[in-house]
Every structure is written in C-alpha cells, then in structure tokens.
C-alpha cells in the first residue's frame, strides 16, 4: 500500500511526457520513437538534432544514458578503439593552467599554485553532426556537456603533478566535461597545487627562482601518450611576482619508484616552468636601511667623550641588539640553510661591527684605567717635588751663612752674569746629593728618578732626546710632543740663564725637568690641534680618533669584499 502513491505519480509523468510535442514511444528521445527522431518522424520538429552511431536524438541525458552506457569503453585510448591496434600513435593531450594565485614557502621548498586546469584531447567516438534548428543555430555549433553522473564513463588521459607535495581534491562541482562536434573533449577542473621546488636563496633578498610543476600520466608512457600545453601568469603577490607566462617543455622520462635504480618505460613529462622574482621592498625598507642605521649609531659612538661610561656602552649595545632581533627574524621565516645568502651575511656582518664597537670601547676603558694610574704617578712625582723641595730648605738652613767650603769637583761652576755655562746643575739636584747618604728620604728619592731615568734612556747612551722625554712622560699622564717638550726646556734653560745648545739632558738636568715640567711647560698656554699630534695623544683618545677615521671605510670594504666573494661563489 506504502507504494501505491509513488506508482500513481509513475503514471502520471509519463502521461505528460506523451502529451509533449514528438512525444513518441517512452520517453520521446528513443531512435525513431517520434517527429523528426528518425526516419519515420513528420520533419516539423524545429529543435537541434544530434545524430551519432547511426541515430538521432533531441536530449544529452538521452545520449549519455545510452551511448556512454551500453556502446563505449571507456578503458580503452581513443586511437586503440579506433584501430583496434595497441601500438596505434599516441594520443595527444593538451594540459592549460590559467594560474589565479600562488605562493612561495621558503620554510618548505614548496610552490604553491591555484587556478583552473583544462585538459583537452580528441576523441572520434565522441563526434557527432547535428541538424540545425531553432536552438541549433549554424554560427554556434552545439556542444555537448556531459553530465557530472558520467564523467567517468569517458576515456580520460588521468594526469597527475609527479612532483607536487599536496593537492586538492577535484570535485565534480568545480568542474566541467564538454564534448565538441569534432570529438574534442575538454575537462575544465578548480586545482591547487603543492609541488617541490628546489629554492636557491644565496641572493636573497635579490634572487629570482624558478619553479612549476611537472605533468605526467598516471597509466600511459610515453609510445601512448603525448603531452603538450601551456601556463599563464597571474597578479603578483606582496612578496613575489612572476616573469611573465610559463616556459613549456615536453620531454620523457622514469618514473621514480622506492629503489632509486628502478628502470622502467619513460614517460611524457610536461615540464611547466615559471620565474618568480621577488618583490624585496620590505627587506630593503625594514632591514637594510634600520641595520646600517644602527650601524651609524654604534659609529656615533666613538664622538662620545670616553669618560662619560653609560652613554657609551647604551649607544654601543643597542646596535648590536637590535641587529641580533633583525637576524633572529630572518631565521624565523626561512629554513635553516647550510649556506649563508646576501641577507643573513649582510645582518652578520653589521652584527660583527657592532660587536666590533662594543670590544672598542673595553679597550678604551682599559687604557683609561692605565692613564688613571698614571696620573697617580704623577700625584706622586708632585710630593716627591715637595719633599726635595723641603730638603732644599733644610740644607739652606743648616750650612753656616759665611762657611767657606773646599771646592767639590761635582758642584756646579760659578755663573758670571751674562754668560751662560753648559749644563749647570741646580741647587736642587745639590741638595739631594748632599742628603743622598744622610736622608733616607734623599736616599730613596735618587734611586727612583734614577730608575726613571735608566727606563727613558733606551739606547743606554746616558742621555735622552725629547723623545724619549716625551715617552717617559707618559708614564706620569703627560702627553705632550717632542717640540712642546723641547719649548719647556728652553724654558727652564733661560730661567737658570744655562745654556740652551742641545736638545739632550743628562741624568741631573732630567732630574730638573722632570720635576719642575708642570711650571715650564707651553703646550698648556700654545695648544694644538690633536689629530696634529695624534702619535702623543693619550692611548684611549687614540682608539676613539682612530675609529672615527677608520671604522665607516672599514666596514664599507669587509662588506664589500664578503659580498663580491658570495657573489663570485654564486655564480659558479
């Protein structure tokens, strides 16, 4: 009873389906079943009619449920049920990619691709002639659209990507089989593609790389299948773009199976290649220009006073921070690569220089740390002036005011006014003498300026030049040139009215320069320009001028130098 309704509706379908103009027989599209459906029909049917195999018929559906059911094999290549023959000529197949989208990882090695594919191919069984009619016009020939339902009662070529990763799953929606008069199948499908693709970054950012995919059968080798076509480009990304349409080249080759001297038939390959080139706008903008602006940053460093510690190290490690976080980025978005490219050894090497500034500055502290504990020296080269001083006193104090002495061969001659004697020593240099075996004090004294001097005496000739005056100044953080030196025992010289022909002292008049320097030295009253005497400047200064001079030509060339070697490496 449950089917009774369902037969009633039978019933009345097929009453309609009679009662329809050259409705005839059962359904009305059967062979000769009604008007102009075959031989017996009245010719006033105005509708297109598709004749094939020797029959005629007004509906696809018709056709499909007859023909592709009962009549085609689709197991078998067009040209093989043609001729009956195995060997018969290849079939040629034709593979189209209107590419819509696409992606590079660089992570993956993977191209990605998204577009419409149409495979198209001829199959004679397939053709028919048609009789026009009001629907079938002559300036447009009909073409026949298969019915989703039977797609796969149609010979098709089955070609797949060999190298693809991942790919979508064609669904019959996104899809469409169309027949031509001539028997031209053409199969339009949606497809995204995940191929491999063997990345070359050594220029990146600047790189241009080459990827597609290759296109084979899945059944049929090359003495079976031909397989040509073509692959257009489409918009470019914000990271990419391509060079304009793919190259196409039709070769042959083995497919790879588990054991990688497996031997088998070649196969059509239709090796479909396009040239991606990057857009590196980002890269330029948001590294490059921000690495070697922190550069110039580190560079700022060196016009910093020295002394000012905090300012210093911030403006020095900042660069080397921030450029670390530029390269860590970089790392991030890329794979790790057993070879360095023009971006990561561009990163590196600013990350060095900075690195570079940073050890600069340890240095200059600890050449710092060095003039502090000459300038203790000097403090104390000071009390000992005073000590000698008070010794002065004191034997000035004691000797009788009218005591008549016997001349001693080491006491300086007699000074006739206005004239000079050569090296005549001061009453100073005298009274150490005459305290030397009495005073500890004078004792100790001597000893030292002694052991001073046998130090600045470094050619052991018994006398020093300003040189190598100049040499054991430093020791007591004094930097003044030879020339300011010699102006200061001019000085000296002309207070004591003593000769002033050579510009050597002996161990005495040493003595009296060394201790009397600060109140007859000029560099003080005549200062120079420091980059004038940069040999005597004191070592910490001497790092930061030279830096100033050296450190941006310098970076320039190690750059420039790593650069042209990955390059010339590139290119081999």
């Not at 052991?460 to 040499?471: A, H, P, R």
């Not at 002292?505 to 003080?524: C, I, M, N, S, T």
Request: hydrophobic share 40%; charged share 25%; glycine share 6%.
């Amino acid at each position: 009873m449950a089917s009774a309704p369902k037969r009633w509706m039978l019933l009345l379908m097929v009453a309609r389906m009679r009662a329809q103009p050259g409705g005839g027989g059962d359904s009305g599209d059967g062979p000769g079943d009604g008007p102009g459906d075959g031989p017996g029909g009245d010719g006033n049917d105005k509708r297109c009619q598709f004749n094939m195999t020797q029959r005629a018929f007004h509906s696809h559906r018709t056709l499909e449920d007859i023909l592709l059911s009962t009549e085609y094999d689709a197991s078998s290549r067009p040209e093989v049920a043609r001729e009956k023959d195995l060997k018969n000529k290849p079939t040629a197949v034709t593979w189209t990619l209107a590419t819509k989208g696409f992606s590079i990882s660089e992570k993956a090695n993977t191209v990605t691709l998204t577009g419409e594919v149409t495979e198209s191919w001829v199959d004679e069984r397939l053709a028919f002639n048609y009789t026009q009619g009001d629907t079938c016009p002559s300036d447009s020939p009909p073409v026949w659209t298969v019915s989703k339902s039977h797609y796969y009662q149609i010979w098709r070529p089955w070609l797949y990507i060999s190298n693809q990763v991942s790919t979508s799953d064609i669904s019959n929606a996104g899809s469409s089989l169309k027949v031509d008069a001539d028997g031209t199948v053409t199969w339009t499908y949606n497809t995204l593609i995940t191929a491999r693709c063997a990345l070359d970054l050594k220029r990146s950012p600047f790189d241009t790389q080459t990827c597609g995919v290759d296109v084979m059968s899945l059944s049929y080798d090359a003495f079976e299948m031909e397989i040509s076509g073509a692959a257009y480009s489409t918009q470019p990304t914000l990271e990419w773009k391509m060079l304009g349409d793919a190259k196409v080249s039709s070769n042959s080759a083995v497919k790879e199976g588990p054991d990688a001297q497996t031997t088998g038939p070649s196969y059509a390959v239709l090796e479909v290649r396009f040239e991606f080139k990057r857009r590196n706008g980002y890269q330029i903008r948001e590294i490059f220009v921000p690495a070697i602006l922190y550069l110039l940053l580190a560079y700022c460093g060196f016009w910093i006073d020295r002394n000012v510690a905090p300012a210093r190290v911030a403006i020095s490690v900042i660069p080397v921070l921030i450029t670390r976080t530029l390269l860590n980025s970089v790392y991030a978005t890329s794979q790790l690569l057993p070879y360095v490219n023009v971006l990561t050894l561009y990163l590196n090497i600013l990350s060095y220089l900075n690195i570079l500034a940073v050890c600069q500055y340890a240095l200059v502290q600890r050449c710092i740390q060095d003039e502090k504990k000459a300038l203790l020296r000097l403090k104390g080269l000071a009390k000992m002036r005073d000590v000698i001083d008070a010794l002065v006193d004191a034997t000035e104090t004691v000797a009788p005011p009218h005591a008549k002495t016997p001349p001693d061969p080491e006491a300086p001659v007699a000074v006739v006014p206005g004239k000079r004697i050569i090296r005549a020593r001061s009453e100073r240099f005298d009274a150490l003498l005459a305290q030397k075996g009495v005073n500890p004090v004078a004792g100790r004294a001597v000893a030292e300026l002694k052991r001073i001097f046998e130090r600045a005496d470094r050619d052991g000739s018994g006398d020093i030049d300003m040189l190598e005056f100049c040499k054991a100044l430093r020791g007591f953080g004094i930097y003044d040139p030879p020339d300011a030196a010699r102006l200061a025992l001019s000085s000296m010289r002309h207070a004591a009215n003593q000769d002033d022909a050579t510009s050597t002292v002996g161990f005495d008049e040493f003595v009296d320069l060394l201790l009397g320097y600060e109140k007859h030295r000029v560099a003080d009253i005549f200062p120079g320009e420091e980059l004038r005497n940069f040999r005597y400047l004191p070592a910490s200064l001497q790092l930061d001028v030279a830096c100033r001079i050296a450190f941006l030509p310098f970076a320039g060339v190690v750059l420039a130098v790593a650069l042209s070697i990955l390059d010339a490496q590139t290119a081999e």
